[in-house]
């Protein structure tokens, strides 16, 4: 068990990495709030636990409503110390993501460039979504080709290749 110690001389347990991504798949499996936002492994058998994938519905009265977008985080050995690489796989429009490479580009997306290690996957995706409720986000025209990732007006998938 590692321990740091706090500012009063009292010890605050640091949870290792591996028990704190099973907490996380954890959560993950369980659904996060409205089932709007989910996460897993992308590979079962990685004993590492560093590439997950990630899903965002798009949300509602914005560019990205009823759209489906599919991420890849990599949680390097440095997690939670470290935030993990996060990656759109579905081509998207959005102030902090690098058009090109669909990289969540930390110096642009808050979270990522002043990391906590009681930061989450399920922050990350959470915050995503936020970003694109945001002004400079919410009415970004959305590139085409996202449309085997459609939903239609009640919530039903259209076409989607979902994990």
Known sequence: MQQEMGSEGSSRV????????????????????????????????DVYMQSWTGTIIG???????GRIYQLKL????????????????TRINMSCVNEES?????????MLADWR???T???????????M????????????????GRMDQKGIVLKCCIM
């Open 121 to 131: 996957m399920e922050d990350i995706l959470m915050q995503l979504k936020k970003e």
């Open 14 to 45: 640091i949870v290792p990495r591996n028990f704190r991504l099973l907490e996380e798949l954890e959560r993950g499996e369980k659904g996060i709030g409205d089932g709007t936002v989910s996460y897993g492994m992308d590979d079962a058998d």
């Open 117 to 119: 290690r009681e930061y």
């Open 59 to 65: 949300p509602p009265n914005t560019a990205h409503e």
């Open 102 to 110: 669909g990289v969540v580009e930390p110096s642009l997306f808050p």
């Open 133 to 148: 409720i945001s002004p400079q986000n919410r009415k970004l025209a959305q590139p085409p080709g996202n449309e085997e």
């Open 74 to 89: 990599f949680c390097g050995k440095e997690y939670p110390e470290k935030p993990p690489s996060v990656k759109f796989q």
